[in-house]
């Protein structure tokens, strides 16, 4: 073997920690394509969602400035995105543990592979599921009505963020995946996600929120990203009177930047620091 490529160089350490993550991830993407009824709910739960909120809370939700409820489905749509996205550190999350609990992170530990190759494997297929998780909910709201009135780049731009949210939460995921103990202690992680996606923009704008819980909304991650993609789309409701509702596509960014450098490392130490 070339010495460039042993892992005993800089160059031989890149290679590996990126063929192993190539190795992990297809891995991970062959047993997700093998269990028909975790892709049914992870692909079917965003459909059902778009239906359940958009057709039968819909006219009773309102829409900053007015509106009917036509309006509320451009305004719901974004929130959609953003919350599949949200939701999707849980699908990961119980995915470690599972992982975990059978012993396939111990095997892992035992091989001689990089030790940031679960943790970019996992967050390698993750980002792949939710590119099919956003396309087919992104076709469901095409079907019932909702349009981006904005040009192909904003466009472009407003789904690149919906996917940077979820790339850093794929992080919060693995490293809670490999903190929980067992699969049935991971089901308590729901009383993290749902706050976490309800209490922000997804449903409604923060300014028809009581005045002491407007702002915990306004400077939740998943509002800006929400708030951000309203805007690049060019539907109703985006903006506010806040700093950080006017400045929403850059919170976007920054959010996901600051989570992924937190929780990025605590995942892959956390790994390192596991019982063999």
Known sequence: MSVALTADTAHGRLYWAFADCLNVTRRYLTHFLRQPVTIAWQLGFPIVSVLLYGFVFGEAMK????????????????????????????????????????????????????????????????LVVACAELTILALTALAIGWRSSAGFPDTVLAFGLLLFLRFSLIWVGVFLGLVVPTPEAAGGLYAVAFPLTMISSVFVAPSLMPDWLAPVAAWNPVSSTGTATRELFGNPGAGGSTWVEQHAVLMAVVWPVVISLVFLPLAVRKFKQLSR
Not at 65 to 91: E, H, R
Not at 97 to 104: F, I
């Open 63 to 126: 829409v900053p400035g007015g509106g009917d409820d036509g309006d509320y489905k451009q305004f719901l749509m974004p929130g959609m995105f953003v919350m599949t996205m949200a939701f999707g550190f849980m699908n990961t999350a119980m995915a470690v543990v599972n992982d975990a609990s059978k012993g396939v992170i111990d095997r892992f530990r035992s091989m001689p592979m990089a030790p940031s190759a679960v943790a970019s494997g996992r967050g390698v297929a993750d």
